[in-house]
């Protein structure tokens, strides 16, 4: 008998949607950068809920937060106009500091800067986060939830950027046409993979 897989639905989300912050903290509780940033694991999973919370409240002034239905998974993009999406610096680190312990904070303080110093400022929309729970993972939900996005890209003829945290979230971006551009990495700390995908042709063509 055939199996049949349906697509996950998703949606744009808005002010009221729970639980992304949640998705992102468990899809990046074992990430290599995060372990770094946060070695203890049970600080680290007291932290990067509010953390995750944060940056969605402040993207979701862009429209560019998706959710698939069953709030599995989620992907958060600044737009061209405002790539880091934040609007207002000090208010954002000010809620920072609430968040992160002190102890922490120099560590989160290195890769924001060491990613600001390499962020391309070529107009662009920029893959701030995106993440699948652990067991909803290899089911294509990642890839329903990039397309919005990637298609605006090929539409209006705009590229996109990111900065994978480890060699296995490379490849799933080169599956969907960014390339690799350089590595970077804090003081003592894990790579980050810079990624660049340029609009398709056919895409804009087929306007």
Do not use: K
Request: with cysteine; aromatic share 10%; glycine share 6%.
């Amino acid at each position: 008998m055939m199996t049949t897989i349906s697509t996950p639905r998703i949606r744009t989300a808005t002010p009221e949607t729970s639980g992304l912050g949640d998705v992102l903290a468990r899809a990046f509780q074992e990430d290599p950068v995060f372990t770094w940033w946060i070695p203890d694991a049970d600080r680290r999973r007291a932290t990067l809920p509010p953390f995750f919370d944060l940056f969605v409240e402040t993207f979701l002034v862009h429209d560019l937060v998706y959710v698939d239905a069953d709030t599995t998974g989620t992907v958060v993009w600044g737009p061209p106009s405002n790539p880091l999406g934040i609007e207002d610096e000090e208010a954002f680190g000010v809620r920072m500091e609430e968040i992160v312990a002190e102890t922490d904070l120099p560590r989160v303080i290195e890769i924001v800067t060491t990613l600001a110093e390499h962020h391309p400022s070529d107009p662009h929309y920029y893959l701030q986060w995106a993440a699948v729970l652990p067991e909803h993972q290899g089911r294509g939900i990642g890839s329903v939830l990039l397309a919005p996005v990637l298609q605006r890209c090929d539409r209006e003829g705009v590229p996109a950027y990111t900065e994978a945290t480890s060699l296995h979230n490379c490849r799933l971006y080169e599956r969907h046409g960014f390339a690799f551009i350089s590595e970077i990495a804090p003081a003592d700390g894990p790579p980050l993979y810079r990624m660049w995908r340029e609009p398709t042709a056919h895409s804009r063509s087929s306007r």
